[in-house]
């Protein structure tokens, strides 16, 4: 049941230290500087020229988020729809490896994209939050995000335990290729480690309630992030709409003046997540929204720059870019949220959408 929440949606945000927790158990080791992945030894991605991931919406963004990790270390990587896998995929070899995000493991686009993959010869693996699912078994291998049971048609708790979990196989994958860890472990892990209580911070502590009954009558709702906050704002946005049924948009920060603005007045309030990638130049995209009169509500740790010059903050305790931006997709989760019960929407079950799409 929903114990003492109102809705799936907000018990699943709150299950996320909970849910962290689980995917990092015994699979990282802060303390000897270590990562472990059962079947996936270290060598095991020895071969791997370029890593493709596969998904769609929210695990799409995830996706994002995993490829770019990997691309920031030197690995050719990218995330690509499932549903445009079969018009518009990369050369495929055996030396490619396919990764489907999947939170259901029965999305068909995704499965369709899987087993074309397979087809051409792919190593395959999945990271899904389902023991047993189709593409589970339709993987040479698979990872299991423990995330525990979603009932919210929304996800939220697995796209946190999905994004962390991308991102420990895109270490043991940067380390079979280069002999060494992308990140310094020794200070990520235990940070890693931390995240759990992170979480615990911002939910006990959110100003998101009082920043959406504040911008409730707005007119569109644009979130804009840089590096590993692009797909965050993704993911903000999709979130929003999703649940609210208000128009809402992501954008790369630096796209905003490429057309978006067009779009910006005082009645589109404009989120930007700050990861610490370039936050300077997101400030100065998020700034030129400002001065054509869209509120600014910047998400970033407290003492940042972005804190003076925004018309309201959302916190994140202050982490590693790696990281900053699943502190700040919880924010705009409850964003989501709160914007969407002021609004009396039905929640857990938006109009025309379902929790596991199964048709293409
Ligand atoms: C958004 C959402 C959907 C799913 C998408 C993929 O909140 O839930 O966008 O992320 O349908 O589903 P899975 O991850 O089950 O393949």
Redesign the pocket.
């Known amino acids: 049941g929903k114990g003492e929440y109102d809705h799936f949606m907000l018990k699943e945000i709150h299950e996320q230290p909970t849910a962290l927790a689980q995917a990092l158990e015994g699979r990282i080791d802060p303390e000897n500087a270590r990562i472990s992945l059962g079947d996936f030894e270290p060598g095991t991605f020895e071969d791997v020229s370029s890593v493709q991931f596969v998904?769609?919406?929210?695990?799409y963004h995830a996706a994002l988020y995993g490829s770019l990790t990997l691309k920031q270390a030197g690995i050719q990587s990218d995330a690509l729809l499932a549903n445009e896998y079969s018009v518009s995929a990369p050369p495929i070899d055996e030396e490619t490896l396919v990764v489907a995000?999947?939170?259901?493991?029965?999305?068909a686009d995704?499965l369709n994209a899987l087993r074309h993959a397979a087809a051409e010869g792919a190593t395959t693996v999945t990271v899904t939050n389902v023991v047993g699912s189709t593409a589970a078994r339709a993987a040479d291998e698979a990872l299991f995000i423990r995330a525990g049971p979603e009932i919210g048609?929304?996800?939220t708790k697995?796209f946190s335990s999905q994004a962390v979990m991308l991102t420990l196989l895109g270490q043991r994958i940067v380390e079979d290729q280069f002999g060494e860890p992308a990140v310094d472990f020794e200070t990520f892990l235990p940070e890693l480690a931390t995240m759990p209580s992170a979480l615990d911070d911002i939910l006990v502590r959110s100003d998101a309630e009082a920043i959406a009954n504040r911008y409730e009558d707005s007119q569109s709702y644009f979130f804009i992030g840089r590096g590993l906050g692009f797909p965050v704002a993704l993911e903000g946005a999709?979130?929003f709409k999703?649940i609210t049924y208000e128009h809402a948009e992501g954008f790369a920060s630096g796209e905003l003046k490429h057309g978006p603005l067009a779009l910006v007045t005082p009645e589109t309030p404009v989120f930007a997540v700050f990861t610490g990638e370039e936050d300077e130049k997101t400030l100065k995209n998020a700034s030129e929204a400002q001065t054509r009169g869209a509120p600014l509500v910047a998400v970033c740790p407290e003492g940042h720059r972005a804190v003076d010059v925004a018309d309201a903050h959302l916190e994140i305790p202050e982490t590693v870019p790696d990281l900053a931006g699943l502190l700040a997709n919880v924010q705009l989760q409850l964003v989501s949220y709160y914007a969407a019960d002021a609004l009396d929407r039905p929640i857990d079950k938006p109009r025309n959408l379902a929790?596991?799409?199964t048709v293409e």
């Open positions: 998904a769609c919406g929210t695990s995000v999947t939170q259901s493991g029965e999305t995704t048609v929304a996800a697995t999709l979130k999703e929790k596991s799409v």
